[in-house]
Structure formats: structure tokens, C-alpha cells
């Protein structure tokens, strides 16, 4: 060591100055997940002893499923949990074929079924297998925040669509089709029911859509992670308006696993194999007990229902009470357990307001800033995803606020 200079030493510190800068260039234009943000500052307010009703975070309250649970307790009294193909089981890939065919008529081979690390890699390996950097995805705004982050961490360029009262907070395919005209688009980024807004898409809407896509040779991308949470209505896939849309889905919403990280791929049959490679050098494979649990989720539908019946009391009790106090404002949802609310008579910072409702109020709410950069300091998104006493409580709270504060 006596002969390696203290110049050469620095050349492999992790400190080291030039690569710093490198490093923070390039993650700087990765914006915060501020829903989580919210979260970390809930937490400290807790530890502190303080109180918080977490409307934040779109994750179900309930435990997973008895039925899941005890599928995995079985499988890990076996001992070994190894890795598997990377596409995943071949029980579980013909057991989400089985849901295409008695949810929506739909068939779809199990060959074109990859089982994910959750949702958000099968987002990472279907934006990898599809674009290359520069390529142009129109997306909502508001929207998954999560969308337009890994866009620029993988050099892509995302194309907002504003939604609002005009076009009934849903993509359509005339949009798309302005856009494309304007500029050339690669791909669409759907959502249905959507997140932040609960807006399920009409039959006749997402066809239109899918239709436009296909006759343009854009590519669709629809995320249905929020299927199976609907409340009047029925949501609808993309692949029964267009065989080779891309779908991502997800057991982490409906069937209460978000721990689990496991999710799905349905992909047009050329993409299969060039996912699966990309698949094992990312991943491996999925985990083999969050397989083994998820194939058991097809039998859990007693519990999910009960669960889902729970959510549409809180989305009830929200729709009465919130407007008695003045938060009565936003697009209708009719899906997921969000409701997307506009608080611009209250404040014209979403962010601010946040920060004011949890250090005030006791409630954690997430910012619309998070899913629309440009007309988002408008609206907060609440989750009702918890107990029908916690929507009690965070009313009471609001509405304390908002008499105090305005």
C-alpha cells in the first residue's frame, strides 16, 4: 500500500467529489414520491406520541386473506423456497388466465403471462421492452406519480394530458389522437380505475381509446391494478378492445398483498421472450412465496368482498359528510378507494395545506402536487382505504380545521 498515492486513494473513494456530482445530476431530476413523504412525517408525529388518521397511502388496512396466509405458512413448513422460471409458476400464469376468461371473457394464453415483482417492475420491464430513450408516452395528469419518475430515470419523455370536468377525468381516444397528430407518440399510459381520481373508464370510452391506438401504432399500456375495486360498475380490460395492449395488474390492491410484491404481465406474444430476458438478469425470478400465496387469492373471494363492502361504507360516509364541510368538490370515483378533492378555497399550495392538515388536524392526506405537477396545488387526494371510524374521525378533524383556519 506504501506505493499507492493519496490521489490514487481518492480515485476509488465513494466520495469523491466528480462522481457526487455525476450521481446527484442524474437522480436530481427523479422527483420525491411525496405520498411517502407524508408517510415519514405521519410516523415522526406518532413517535412523538401525537396522533395521526393515515389517509396518505393507498394500501388496504386489512390483513391479507386467511386463505393466502395459510398457503404460504404451507409452503414455507415445506422449507425449501427457491428460485423459479423467471416468468413465474406455470399454475399461477394458467390461474390468471382462468380470471381473463370468467371476469371478462377474454382469452389469453398463459404463455403470455409474466408474473412480476410487483406492479412496478412489471412497469420497469414493459417500458424497457417497448421504448427506446427519447421515446414519447402520453400520460394523465393527475396521475401515478411513480409513471413519470421512472420515465426519466430510463430517458423517456412523458406527455401529460390534462383531465378535469370536460372530458370526464378520463383519457380519450380523440386526445390521444390531437396529441399524435401534433407530435408522434410511442405509447399511452392508461389507468382504469385511476389513481388519484377513483375514475373507472365507460365501456365505450376505453374502446375508443384502445381502438385509436391501434389504428395509430401507438402502443397501449393499460394499468388495471385497481381491478376487482369498483362501486356501480364493472371495470373494464383493454385486451377486450385490443388483443395486444399491454396490461399490467397487480394482486397488491383488491387482494390486500402490497408486502408481497407480486404482480403480472399480460403481453403480446413476440414481447414474451425478450421480457423474460430482461426478467432474469433484473430479477431472476419472482418470489416463489408470493406465487404460492397469489395463486391462492382466486379462493379468497368471501374475504375480499367483505373487505371491499367496508371500503364502499367509508366511500359513502365520505361522500355525505365531506361536503357538509366544504369538500365537496372533485371528479366522481367510482373505483378504487381514493376520492381526489378540490381545496383551492382553501389554500392555492396542496402542499402547504398537507403539511398544515398534519401538524394541525392530525389528518395525513397526499398533496395533489404529487400526481399533476402543473394544476395539482389545487387538489388533495384522500384514501379510504382504512376503518369506517378512522373516515369518522379524519371528518371531524377537517372540519375542525377548516373552521378554524378559514
Not at 19 to 40: G, I, K, N, Y
Not at 57 to 65: I, K, Q, V, W
Not at 121 to 146: H, K, M, N, Q, T
Amino acid at each position: 500500500m506504501s506505493d499507492i498515492k493519496a490521489s490514487d486513494i481518492r480515485l476509488f473513494d465513494s466520495r469523491n467529489p466528480a462522481r457526487q456530482r455525476r450521481a446527484a445530476e442524474r437522480l436530481s431530476h427523479v422527483s420525491p414520491f411525496l405520498a411517502m413523504d407524508v408517510l415519514s412525517a405521519a410516523k415522526s408525529i406518532e413517535r412523538a406520541g401525537g396522533s395521526v388518521i393515515h389517509m396518505e397511502l393507498g394500501e388496504p388496512s386489512s390483513p391479507t386473506p386467511r386463505v393466502i396466509r395459510e398457503a404460504a405458512q404451507r409452503a414455507l413448513e415445506i422449507g425449501k423456497i427457491s428460485y423459479t422460471e423467471a416468468l413465474g409458476r406455470d399454475s399461477l400464469r394458467e390461474r390468471i388466465s382462468r380470471y381473463y376468461r370468467d371476469i371478462h371473457n377474454v382469452h389469453v394464453h398463459p404463455a403470455r403471462i409474466v408474473i412480476t415483482t410487483g406492479s412496478s417492475a412489471g412497469f420497469v420491464l414493459s417500458f424497457l421492452a417497448l421504448f427506446e430513450p427519447g421515446a414519447r408516452i402520453a400520460v394523465s395528469a393527475p396521475g401515478y406519480p411513480a409513471y413519470r419518475n421512472i420515465f426519466t430515470a430510463l430517458g423517456l419523455e412523458a406527455v401529460p394530458v390534462p383531465l378535469d370536468d370536460s372530458n370526464g377525468w378520463m383519457l380519450t381516444g380523440a386526445a390521444i389522437a390531437r396529441l399524435h397528430a401534433q407530435k408522434p407518440l410511442d405509447g399511452v399510459l392508461a389507468m382504469s380505475p385511476a389513481n388519484p381520481s377513483g375514475v373507472t373508464m365507460e365501456r365505450a370510452t376505453l374502446a375508443a381509446l384502445a381502438q385509436n391506438c391501434r389504428s395509430l401504432g401507438i402502443w397501449l399500456i393499460s394499468d388495471e391494478i385497481y381491478h376487482g375495486l369498483t362501486y356501480g360498475m364493472q371495470a373494464e380490460t383493454a385486451l377486450a378492445f385490443d388483443d395486444e395492449a399491454i396490461i399490467v395488474n397487480s394482486f397488491s390492491k383488491y387482494y390486500c398483498m402490497t408486502g408481497w410484491r407480486i404482480g403480472w404481465l399480460v403481453l403480446p406474444e413476440e414481447l414474451v421472450r425478450g421480457v423474460e430476458r430482461l426478467a432474469q438478469n433484473l430479477y431472476i425470478s419472482p418470489p416463489l412465496l408470493s406465487q404460492i400465496a397469489a395463486e391462492a387469492a382466486f379462493d379468497a373471494t368471501d374475504e375480499l368482498e367483505v373487505i371491499k363492502a367496508g371500503y364502499a361504507a367509508n366511500r359513502d360516509l365520505l361522500l355525505n359528510e365531506l361536503p357538509k364541510i366544504g369538500l365537496g368538490r372533485g371528479p366522481i370515483a367510482n373505483g378504487a378507494f381514493y376520492l381526489y378533492i378540490d381545496v383551492s378555497h382553501l389554500s392555492d399550495n396542496s402542499l402547504t395545506l398537507s403539511q398544515n392538515l398534519l401538524n394541525k388536524a392530525g389528518v395525513a392526506v397526499t398533496p395533489g402536487l404529487d400526481f399533476d405537477p402543473e394544476n395539482g396545488a389545487a387538489y388533495i387526494r384522500l384514501s379510504y382505504a382504512g376503518s369506517l371510524t378512522d373516515c369518522r374521525e379524519a371528518v371531524t378533524r377537517l372540519h375542525g380545521f377548516i373552521t378554524a383556519n378559514h
